[in-house]
């Protein structure tokens, strides 16, 4: 089955800076990248998303990029603030009927103010 | 909005119970999901369930069961409770390729 690997585990920034994390998946099959975000206390929240059949794709300051090639993908955060302070979850999906989503251990992103 | 509702944020119970985590929808879609998640682990699929009494198990199945009788409610049922059961459990329902997740149920088995 898929397997996805999420790096770093924590990452720690200054408000400001930019911030990447990296993940790669296991199945040539699966065709659909979400990003997740969970704040305190809640579940996790869709922010940005990747089809296989594209390379790159940004929401103002969210950025997400797919090599299928190399079977990884990267989610970038520029100009970071205070609230994006989170954990952040990437995944990797495959249309069997439903989307079954195999998600990375996430990120614990910290941004210093 | 979508609204994925879990019944409890927070449960006790004791090893050997048996315990029924549920999670109710309203987007009137068929795929619901349950994972539980873990420190270092990330959210690892318990069940799923792409229509009414239509089930298949995740990656990590063992010592749960679920029930999908309504379109609306899945449940998930740990048959006997065991401290390696003690989690953050999540339940999420699919709009198309989006995943809607409830804010979880935090299980204490003690």
């Known amino acids: 089955g898929e397997n996805v690997e999420q790096h770093p585990s924590t990452l720690s920034v200054q408000e400001g800076d930019s911030a990447v994390i990296k993940c790669t998946y296991s199945?040539?099959?699966?065709?659909?990248f979400p990003w997740y975000k969970q704040e305190l206390g809640k579940g996790p929240q869709l922010i940005i998303d990747i089809r296989s059949n594209v390379g790159e794709k940004k929401d103002q300051r969210i950025a997400v990029t797919l090599n299928k090639t190399a079977k990884h993908f990267s989610l970038h955060i520029t100009e970071t603030q205070p609230e994006d302070s989170a954990v952040y979850f990437c995944?990797?999906?495959?249309?069997?009927?439903?989307?079954?989503?195999?998600f990375g251990a996430g990120t614990r992103l910290f941004v210093k103010a | 909005d979508v609204k994925v509702t879990q019944s409890s944020r927070y449960l006790v119970k004791r090893t050997g119970e048996k315990v029924f985590l549920e999670c109710v929808q309203d987007m009137d879609h068929e795929n619901m999901f349950w994972y539980r998640q873990d420190p270092g682990l990330g959210l690892r699929l318990i069940y799923f369930?792409?229509?009414?009494?239509?089930?298949e198990k995740g990656d990590i199945p063992e010592g749960y069961s679920v029930s999908r009788e309504k379109k609306e409610r899945f449940s998930l049922i740990l048959e006997s409770a065991s401290t390696n059961q003690t989690s953050m459990y999540l339940c999420a329902g699919q709009v198309g390729t989006e995943a809607f997740f409830g804010q979880g149920t935090r299980l204490t088995v003690v």
């Open positions: 369930s792409y229509d009414v009494k239509m089930k």
């Open positions: 995944a990797a999906a495959l249309n069997t009927g439903g989307f079954k989503t195999i």
């Open positions: 199945d040539s099959a699966s065709n659909y």
